[in-house]
């Protein structure tokens, strides 16, 4: 497990330095795999902040079934989705039964379309709830990815 900590930082290092949850994620997840960066950091945005402020879906766990696509997606319409459906139905079970909800505004408590609320919430977020989100869930792929 040590091997990943460093995979962790760096998606936690992303997120507290400008990207959203899903981005940094996804941007780490690139670095580890060797995937050209510019494609998939365009896709993972609008999912940062539960799905564009919405209080949806997590960002985090949105850049778990985008990297598992990025890593064993399909390349033809007859080959198996189960490369890619299995590891991420595995890690929406694991977030689902640790945080039990999929969703953004369940988890922060915070309304992401409110700007004062956003900005008086950031670091508690980064630090408290977020940011170990990003880390735990970096963790959770690799362990589903990474075999």
Same mark, same amino acid.
């Given at each position: 497990? &040590? ?10 290092? /992303?997120?507290?330095?400008? /990207?959203? @949850? ?7 997840? @690139? &670095? ?52 890619? /459906? ?12 640790? /945080?039990?909800?999929?969703? @953004? ?10 700007? &004062? ?12 709830? @977020? ?14 990815? &990474?075999?």
């Amino acid at each position: 497990m &040590d091997k990943w900590v460093e995979i962790q930082d760096n998606a936690e290092n /992303y997120f507290n330095g400008g /990207y959203n @949850c899903c981005e940094a994620v996804v941007l780490a997840l @690139c &670095d580890h795999f060797g995937i050209d960066k510019e494609l998939p950091l365009k896709i993972a945005t609008p999912f940062g902040s539960g799905m564009s402020r919405n209080g949806s879906n997590c960002g985090v766990l949105s850049a778990a079934f985008i990297a598992a696509g990025m890593k064993n997606g399909r390349e033809k319409s007859d080959d198996s989705r189960d490369p890619s /459906y299995l590891p991420a139905d595995a890690i929406y079970n694991k977030f689902k039964e640790k /945080y039990q909800t999929t969703q @953004c505004w369940d988890i922060t408590g915070v309304n992401l379309r409110d700007p &004062d609320e956003a900005a008086n919430n950031k670091e508690r977020m980064h630090k408290e709830i @977020c940011g170990p989100i990003v880390r735990q869930v970096t963790q959770w792929i690799l362990e589903e990815l &990474d075999k």
